[in-house]
């Protein structure tokens, strides 16, 4: 039976916490991304999933969503226009390996999902139960982003960064909207959530969105995160990846703009 909330690392076997999932139980029960596609991630505890929200259409966030779906018959909800996307995945394929090289192999390719979506634009509440669950907009990262804020939990999917051994990463991959990643950070901020699920990291005391902000525009991003092994060789592939990022989006703004 599910009661709670659950942070599931939902990552691959050389590195399950490169990802996590989030589900929060209800009368209805949700589930926040989908891991990628060569997921560990253990949901046997779920009787069962009413809707799976995807915060954005990258590999790592919709890898394992067609295996959910056909076991829970989930709907799926998404930005408005982008389910197409995920009724045939070759896009999310290609560019995985454009932008991840050999990190998109070990995450595996995304399978197409046949599922009911549910498509949106911000600003739509879903009542659970006795949680209500509110959708943003939340462009930046991608332009599609959105996350969810439910019982004063926001789950900011890659909006808001990520963190790892107490330490804020950017989440930052090419191409990026600086301005508006800041401005979608800034919003959730101002939500004052009690705790953030950051996809990368789980979940976290709300300080963070703060260092993270300070750390975009500082330009003080290049961090050392030691969790040793291949999870850190992973890691340490996936923040150049976000470096590279950064430095292609300050080449457009000005000191102070942002």
């Given at each position: 039976?599910c009661?709670?909330?659950?942070?599931?690392?939902?990552g691959?076997?050389?590195?399950?916490?490169?990802?996590?999932?989030f589900?929060?139980c209800?009368?209805?029960n949700?589930?926040?991304?989908?891991?990628v596609a060569n997921?560990?991630?253990?949901?046997?505890?779920?009787?069962?999933?009413?809707?799976v929200?995807?915060?954005h259409?990258?590999?790592d966030?919709?890898?394992?969503?067609?295996e959910?779906v056909?076991?829970?018959?989930?709907?799926?909800i998404?930005y408005?226009?982008?389910?197409?996307h995920?009724r045939d995945?070759?896009?999310?394929?290609?560019?995985?390996k454009?932008?991840?090289g050999e990190?998109a192999e070990i995450?595996?390719?995304?399978?197409?999902?046949?599922?009911?979506f549910?498509?949106?634009?911000?600003?739509?509440?879903?009542?659970?139960?006795e949680k209500i669950?509110?959708i943003?907009h939340?462009?930046g990262h991608?332009?599609?982003?959105?996350?969810?804020?439910?019982?004063?939990?926001?789950?900011a999917?890659d909006?808001a960064?990520?963190?790892?051994?107490g330490i804020?990463?950017?989440?930052?991959?090419p191409?990026?909207?600086?301005k508006?990643?800041v401005?979608?950070?800034?919003?959730?901020?101002?939500?004052a959530p009690?705790?953030?699920?950051?996809?990368?990291g789980g979940l976290?005391h709300?300080?963070?969105?703060?260092?993270?902000l300070?750390?975009?525009i500082s330009?003080k991003?290049?961090v050392?995160?030691?969790?040793?092994?291949?999870?850190?060789?992973i890691?340490n592939k996936?923040?150049?990846?976000?470096?590279?990022?950064l430095?292609?989006?300050?080449?457009?703004?000005?000191n102070?703009?942002?």
């Amino acid at each position: 039976m599910c009661s709670g909330i659950h942070a599931i690392p939902s990552g691959p076997g050389e590195f399950p916490e490169a990802v996590y999932s989030f589900v929060i139980c209800d009368k209805m029960n949700v589930m926040i991304d989908a891991g990628v596609a060569n997921s560990v991630m253990d949901v046997g505890f779920l009787d069962k999933l009413d809707y799976v929200v995807i915060t954005h259409l990258h590999v790592d966030h919709v890898g394992a969503l067609s295996e959910i779906v056909q076991r829970y018959k989930s709907k799926v909800i998404v930005y408005e226009g982008y389910s197409k996307h995920l009724r045939d995945p070759s896009k999310i394929n290609k560019d995985a390996k454009l932008v991840l090289g050999e990190v998109a192999e070990i995450y595996g390719e995304v399978p197409p999902v046949d599922a009911t979506f549910i498509e949106v634009k911000g600003g739509e509440e879903i009542n659970l139960g006795e949680k209500i669950m509110k959708i943003y907009h939340t462009p930046g990262h991608a332009r599609h982003h959105i996350s969810v804020f439910a019982d004063q939990i926001l789950y900011a999917g890659d909006s808001a960064g990520g963190r790892y051994n107490g330490i804020p990463i950017p989440t930052t991959p090419p191409p990026l909207d600086l301005k508006k990643y800041v401005e979608s950070l800034r919003f959730q901020m101002s939500l004052a959530p009690k705790a953030v699920g950051l996809a990368h990291g789980g979940l976290v005391h709300p300080s963070h969105m703060q260092e993270h902000l300070e750390q975009i525009i500082s330009r003080k991003y290049r961090v050392t995160v030691d969790i040793g092994g291949g999870a850190e060789e992973i890691l340490n592939k996936h923040l150049e990846v976000n470096y590279r990022g950064l430095e292609e989006a300050y080449s457009s703004v000005k000191n102070g703009e942002i």
